[in-house]
T-cell receptor, first 111, second 115 residues
């Protein structure tokens, strides 16, 4: 079992929909949680990070962490075709520890 | 500010050969990490270098090695290539800060195909 699990999708939604992307993790020592977006043939780019449990909002994106259930979520409001990409979640113990990534969820937003 | 630069972007090699990939981190960043990305396994950590020293290492065989130079540029080498080494190899750089593990910036990767 991987430390961070993600449904690979693809998840297909119409433009304007609210998108919910989710991950589960097994390592209780994770303190930092990240979401990366990766377009085809590009490297991942950091979208959001959160520390411990709680919500963080940035424009149309909201990251949510529930450490009690080991559940990480990313919500995208008013989704656009340009949001079509693979979304990777990751957890880290912080300090000198390297983040552990999920395999990514492919999102397709169709006009 | 220039981003992380990886060269070359694409490579085709034959089984048994060796290959060297290069990564230039963001100016001022001293940590460079390497990852292998495949459809089946996702993003897997290879190793991290900080100030020319390997600081963390993933679970890859000894055929995979790396180094970092005094200007923070890094190279990774794969010897005796196998078909299964075909992947996107990504380099990420981070600044030396308490939150550095949450702010890794990736390059566009090198697509290696082994035939």
């Amino acid at each position: 079992q991987k430390e961070v699990e993600q449904d690979p999708g693809p998840l297909s939604v119409p433009e304007g929909a609210i998108v919910s992307l989710n991950c589960t993790y097994s390592n209780s020592a994770f303190q930092y949680f990240m979401w990366y977006r990766q377009y085809s043939r590009k490297g991942p780019e950091l979208l959001m990070y959160t520390y411990s449990s709680g919500n963080k909002e940035d424009g149309r994106f909201t990251a949510q962490v529930d450490k009690s259930s080991k559940y990480i979520s990313l919500f995208i409001r008013d989704s656009q075709p340009s949001d079509s990409a693979t979304y990777l979640c990751a957890g880290s113990r912080g300090g000198s520890y390297i983040p552990t990534f999920g395999r990514g969820t492919s999102l397709i937003v169709h006009p | 500010k220039a981003g992380v630069t990886q060269t070359p972007r694409y490579l085709i090699k034959t089984r048994g050969q060796q290959v060297t990939l290069s990564c230039s981190p963001i100016s001022g960043h001293r940590s460079v990490s390497w990852y292998q990305q495949t459809p089946g396994q996702g993003l897997q950590f290879l190793f991290e270098y900080f100030s020319e020293t390997q600081r963390n290492k993933g679970n890859f065989p000894g055929r995979f090695s790396g180094r970092q130079f005094s200007n923070s540029r890094s190279e990774m080498n794969v010897s005796t290539l196998e078909l299964g080494d075909s992947a996107l190899y990504l380099c990420a750089s981070s600044a030396d800060s308490p939150r550095r593990n949450t702010e890794a910036f990736f390059g566009q990767g090198t697509r290696l195909t082994v035939v």
